[in-house]
DNA sequence: TTGTAAGCGTTATCAC
DNA sequence: GTGATAACGCTTACAA
């Protein structure tokens, strides 16, 4: 408990250990050309005086802040706290602090690439989110490290599934069962920053075109990846004069936001309609949804990794990292009961 | 698009503006003392070079680094991730950054009252865990505000709900449909940190007691506040000679892990077994859960505005916000089908 | 192997 | 109302 008041520097660890404030930062950094005796004398002070690096002044003389930020769209989906839960653990087990940016807006988005953030982070983590040509620079030349979560990049590292394969699965496996007549729930409307919907809708659109189906735009429809995103495309798709037999909706969040709409109708899961969705969220094998599986923390611990990696040797060139996935069946997808029209 | 190398500094800006660095400092943060002739010269300056002050050699200078650290037990529940959804929000408005931390060892507690943490962040808001009077000391000798979520405390501000209070409308609704045998899943194995489940199972004894009924400890069985916690906690009642007719979950998520219990067992909700959580997650009103509501970005954003009010006023008293709740009926309670035994 | 000292980019305390 | 200038606590050449 210690008193109110200026805490311990730099200075009072080579006061005690008698040696000057460049050997401590030495001694304690486990840098080279320290004698086995001094560093040892140097350790025992600072843990005997509970000293601490002050981050502020290391990374103003440094200019590395040991800290890395992250920047999600939103914070209160599923996914993205699950790509954090990766990013923290890995970041904390190195000795780096995690800063988070929801970026909602316009001027959240400045923030990231031209503000203070650039001074207060090593390296940055996006995710679901693409970056500007001009963006990309301004990060680049300010020195800060990029890896990307979602969206591809030819100028630094990305973590993401194949996504065309992601639809492919599930289409497949909803072909296999007999549906002709699928639905796509989610393919979202911001395609300028963000192309994962972009090629899970071609993914769905290879499959049925190589079974000779036409593609019929009516029955894609976007969704926020929301619950409430899968409620409303739903009851779109549901509505059409010739409805779809089964659903293809792009997370699992939209998935049960889908089946909720099939509910409000009246109308069951599989029996009227199958559902399939992308994720295996937590809850998924709790109401038996059928989906592509995909280990989204594993994603947050893979950029966080190939972040540090870059730190360590900068000249490391960017890798495109593809997380495995795989179809679980369970009880949302069957046969279609009846065969319409 | 500026070129690698040194950024703009405020020395930069003195010299395009024609004044000193100490005129800038000041113009820029708005104190008093400037002419208004010479501050707009300043900001037009600092627009045009696009400077943006240094946070760690601010922080040096000032002591004051705008960042407040939030920890948390975990960040794969949806409870804390929402949580942070509102401190993020409040805090971006302020232009304070936010650092995260996940506490899931002694060695993430000892970092967040000693360690560098305390260098790196004006404030601390804390969920779901309790401080030590030893590490409420050291953050406070070391000036770092406090504020908490979910556990209430003396010596600084906290936001929570009444959760004797919670539980009691949670056990008040189910006796009213009949259920007499009423089981509890959730009561946790840490008391000695977090004393929400505690304050729950006080409510849900108050009822029976207040009802003549006698506790039947066999009845309460402890819980992550889980999806695993609640399958595995309602497991073991579903197992017990004489079964509860209803459980009250102490989450919503707990909840969801009890009605896969209940499921898996081949019987069927409400009409076996009835069930109950808190918080009113996104899904619940997917599957139709009956749960107490309570606003949990609401916690988030009203812990991270009394930080911010204490930034400004270190003098202002600690409060104890509570947050309001209210019962939501859905699919999940009904009248127990037989009457056992 | 160790020490000296010059920064790093601000803020804050004085004078003026 | 404005300008010097001394901190702030560390890192890193450069010397020794």
Redesign the pocket.
């Given at each position: 408990m210690t008193s109110v008041g200026?805490?311990v520097?730099?200075?009072d660890v080579a006061n005690d250990s008698?040696?000057?404030?460049?050997?401590v930062?030495?001694a304690?950094?486990g840098l080279?050309?320290?004698?086995p005796?001094?560093?040892e004398r140097v350790q025992e002070s600072a843990e005997r005086l509970d000293?601490?690096?002050?981050p502020a002044?290391?990374r103003?003389?440094?200019g590395r802040s040991r800290t890395v930020a992250m920047a999600v769209p939103s914070l209160d989906s599923w996914y993205f706290t699950q790509v954090m839960a990766g990013v923290e653990a890995v970041l904390t087990a190195a000795g780096y602090d995690l800063l988070v940016f929801a970026i909602d807006s316009d001027s959240a988005r400045r923030r990231m690439t031209q503000g203070p953030l650039v001074k207060r982070a090593d390296g940055l983590i996006i995710v679901n989110i693409k970056l500007s040509a001009d963006e990309s620079a301004a990060l680049a030349s300010a020195g800060v490290k990029v890896v990307s979560v979602g969206a591809a990049s030819d100028s630094f590292s990305s973590v993401r599934v194949d996504d065309e394969r992601v639809a492919e699965l599930a289409v497949e496996h909803l072909m296999s069962l007999g549906h002709r007549r699928i639905g796509l729930a989610g393919h979202g409307d911001d395609p300028m920053k963000f192309d994962v919907p972009l090629d899970r809708r071609s993914g769905y659109r290879n499959v049925l075109e190589r079974a000779g189906l036409t593609v019929d735009e009516e029955l894609e429809r976007g969704a926020g990846f929301s619950v409430a995103g899968g409620s409303e495309a739903a009851a779109h798709l549901l509505d059409l004069d010739d409805p779809p037999t089964a659903i293809f909706a792009m997370s699992d969040e939209t998935a049960f936001g889908v089946m909720r709409a099939v509910w409000d109708r009246g109308l069951r899961v599989p029996e009227d309609v199958s559902v399939v969705g992308v994720d295996d969220h937590e809850f998924s094998a709790v109401v038996g949804l059928t989906t592509i599986r995909q280990d989204v923390t594993e994603h947050g611990s893979v950029a966080a990794r190939l972040l540090l990696d870059r730190f360590v040797d900068p000249a490391i060139e960017a890798t495109k990292y593809a997380v495995p996935i795989a179809l679980i069946e369970r009880k949302t997808t069957s046969a279609p009961a009846v065969i319409r029209h």
């Open positions: 200026r805490s520097t730099i200075q008698g040696v000057s404030v460049a050997t930062s030495r304690l950094r080279p050309n320290v004698a005796s001094t560093r000293y601490h690096p002050d002044a290391a103003l003389a440094s």
